[in-house]
């Protein structure tokens, strides 16, 4: 799901139907018919694009000032919105520039993680981490994989149109192409729980992953995915 703000304090829902067959599109219209559909609607992929194209397709949609998206299994307090905010706020007065990001983490949560995770699990989480510095280039975020990210609309603008990942991995891409930019990304503690229903399988979307990562390394270094829209000057 996508939401966008305004300073005026108004919001819009997007939320992203990737070509499911459930009940999603329509249980939705029928928020839209009780709400209005400038506070909430839904956008029906007619295939499935896969997450990251999903969340691009949202992005690119929002009109919104500020563009969160997060996971619609509410695995993140959605309460932490604030205080994520907030954090983009600050990042962006601080920095006087109107292009930011601010990153829900679950780094604080790792040291729980480890404990009541199997040891395959555990294995796989510090691989990833681990290639995600090495292939990936990301040393500045912890978390890349949480699903709760909030950019100001310049950032958004920036980086989605310019992405090339549509599976698990476009969060990677975010960075990479937030870092080529100079776009900066704090990172906020959020309150998360693992919820049933993933469409993770371990080892398989792990290698995914992994495969991703070396496709975003290996095509920018040789140019063949580029960086060509700079940000605008402010």
């Given at each position: 799901a996508v939401v966008s703000t305004q300073s005026t304090g108004s919001y819009e829902i997007i939320v992203v139907d990737d070509g499911s067959k459930d009940t999603t599109t329509d249980m939705v219209h029928s928020y839209s018919?009780?709400?209005?559909?400038?506070?909430?609607?839904?956008?029906?992929?007619?295939a499935n694009k896969g997450k990251g194209g999903a969340v691009r397709q949202g992005i690119l949609s929002a009109r919104g000032k500020e563009i969160l998206f997060a996971d619609a299994d509410g695995a993140t307090d959605i309460n932490d919105l604030e205080k994520v905010r907030k954090s983009l706020h600050d990042l962006l007065e601080k920095s006087n520039t109107k292009y930011g990001i601010a990153v829900g983490s679950r780094a604080h949560l790792q040291d729980e993680a480890v404990a009541n995770r199997s040891f395959l699990?555990?294995?796989l989480m510090y691989g990833?981490?681990?290639?995600v510095y090495l292939v990936g280039?990301?040393?500045?975020?912890?978390?890349?994989?949480?699903g709760f990210k909030l950019f100001s609309?310049?950032?958004?603008?920036?980086?989605?149109?310019?992405?090339?990942?549509?599976r698990w991995a476009f969060d990677v891409e975010i960075f990479v192409i937030a870092n080529i930019l100079g776009i900066e990304a704090t990172e906020v503690a959020v309150n998360w729980e693992?919820?049933?229903?993933?469409?993770?399988?371990?080892i398989y979307s792990w290698l995914e992953m992994a495969k991703d990562l070396l496709m975003i390394r290996t095509r920018y270094m040789i140019g063949a995915w580029a960086v060509t829209e700079r940000l605008k000057a402010e």
């Open positions: 018919k009780k709400y209005g559909s400038n506070i909430i609607r839904c956008m029906k992929l007619p699990r555990n294995i990833f981490h681990m290639f280039g990301i040393s500045n975020i912890k978390d890349t994989q949480c609309r310049s950032a958004a603008q920036a980086i989605f149109p310019q992405m090339n990942i549509e693992e919820i049933d229903g993933s469409k993770i399988v371990p």
